[in-house]
């Protein structure tokens, strides 16, 4: 069974610009969740989602968002990058985001803003 | 609101000496609690998990952790690491019901020396 994949693995952008990242969860989950990891602030939960709906959403802007497909694919998108922004961020996938569930994290997307 | 406290942010041990990585916790109720593992450029992958019953854990790759309400602690433990150990180790919480919405702690990173 393939693992939780996310594309691109690398990516470099400036200041000002927009970014959308990819995540293909493990087939048969429908839960996908999004964590950012920095340095500084470790890691850091961004939104949930199930069937193409936003479940939870952590303590992030607005230029965050994120949405899910009919397939379960994943996608965030980060508007008016800042260098702050600069982090690893990983997608993780579960049946049905239950907290008992165990969540299968994918390689991250390593996202360099300059 | 939840929190997790891994006091050490950085511990060197010995290859076959035991192991104790210290996690406390914060959270109103019987939390649901996890350890992840992450090595050098890969996503997290996780160790074990506790919800309720048996307050010692058994988990992958010969760690184990025990629950004690009264510490408001889940420490990681294994009696003999191995040079493959070398990781970065995060303990987690998340609140029973609900949605998953993990709250990592900062890390651990272990060091495993000859």
């Known amino acids: 069974k393939a693992g939780v994949t996310q594309t691109p693995r690398y990516l470099i952008k400036t200041r000002g610009q927009q970014v959308t990242l990819s995540c293909s969860p493990i087939s048969g989950h429908r839960s996908v969740s999004w964590y950012q990891q920095t340095p500084g602030q470790g890691l850091q939960f961004l939104f949930e989602y199930f069937s193409e709906t936003q479940r939870n959403k952590g303590n992030f802007p607005g230029r965050f968002s994120g949405r899910q497909f009919s397939n379960s694919r994943s996608e965030m998108n980060v508007s008016t990058l800042e260098l702050g922004d600069s982090a690893l961020y990983l997608c993780a996938s579960s049946w049905t985001g239950t907290p008992q569930e165990t969540q299968y994290f994918g390689p991250g997307t390593r996202l360099l803003v300059l | 609101a939840q929190s997790v406290t891994q006091p050490d942010i950085h511990i060197t041990v010995s290859e076959g000496a035991s192991l104790e990585l210290r996690c406390n916790y914060s959270?109103?109720?019987?939390?649901?609690l996890f350890w992840y593992v992450q090595s050098p450029g890969q996503g997290l992958q996780l160790l074990l998990k506790?919800?309720?019953?048996?307050?010692l854990v058994q988990g992958i790759k010969g760690f184990e952790a025990e629950f004690k309400r009264s510490q408001s602690s889940f420490n990681l433990r294994k009696p003999s690491v191995h040079w493959s150990d070398a990781a970065e180790y995060f303990c987690?919480?998340?609140?029973?019901?609900?949605?998953?919405?993990?709250?990592f702690g900062t890390g651990t990173k272990l060091q495993v020396i000859p």
């Open positions: 987690a919480v998340a609140r029973s019901g609900g949605y998953q919405k993990v709250t």
């Open positions: 959270y109103g109720a019987t939390p649901y």
């Open positions: 506790y919800f309720s019953g048996d307050t």
